[in-house]
């Protein structure tokens, strides 16, 4: 079983930047494929991006490809996504989760795959 914290969330104003932490427990943590999404009020929840286990290969949505970058501290057991450039439509609850799918492309991701989440971070970007 692996257990999942996120943390890093809070309200940043638009063109700043935020990192959030994945912080995995847990057997085995280096085989499973690590991915962010997000949920925005009255929307449903979008893959923002992943990293692959093994290689760490990394991918994102095309709304964010450019401006966060996702990466992995495997002695840490931890997960990263540096966000920067945000702007509002930003804003959302970003949630990491586990599987062990590999993840070769962001548009194969798919929530129902998912073995593990956290309880997720909540990002608020102003004006």
């Known amino acids: 079983e692996v257990r999942l914290v996120e943390s890093g969330g809070g309200l940043v104003q638009a063109g700043g930047s935020l990192r959030l932490s994945c912080a995995a427990s847990?057997?085995?943590?280096?085989?499973?494929?690590i991915s962010w999404f997000r949920q925005a009020p009255g929307k449903e929840r979008e893959v923002v991006s992943c990293?692959?286990?093994?290689?760490?290969?990394?991918y994102y949505a095309d709304s964010v490809k450019g401006r966060f970058t996702i990466s992995s501290d495997i002695a840490k057991n931890t997960v990263y996504l540096q966000m920067n450039s945000l702007r509002q439509g930003d804003t959302a609850v970003y949630y990491c989760a586990a599987t062990l799918y590999y993840c070769s492309n962001i548009d194969y991701v798919d929530s129902h795959h998912m073995s593990y989440w956290g309880k997720g971070t909540l990002v608020t970007v102003s004006s």
């Open positions: 847990g057997s085995s943590f280096e085989d499973y494929s």
């Open positions: 990293i692959s286990s093994g290689n760490g290969s990394p």
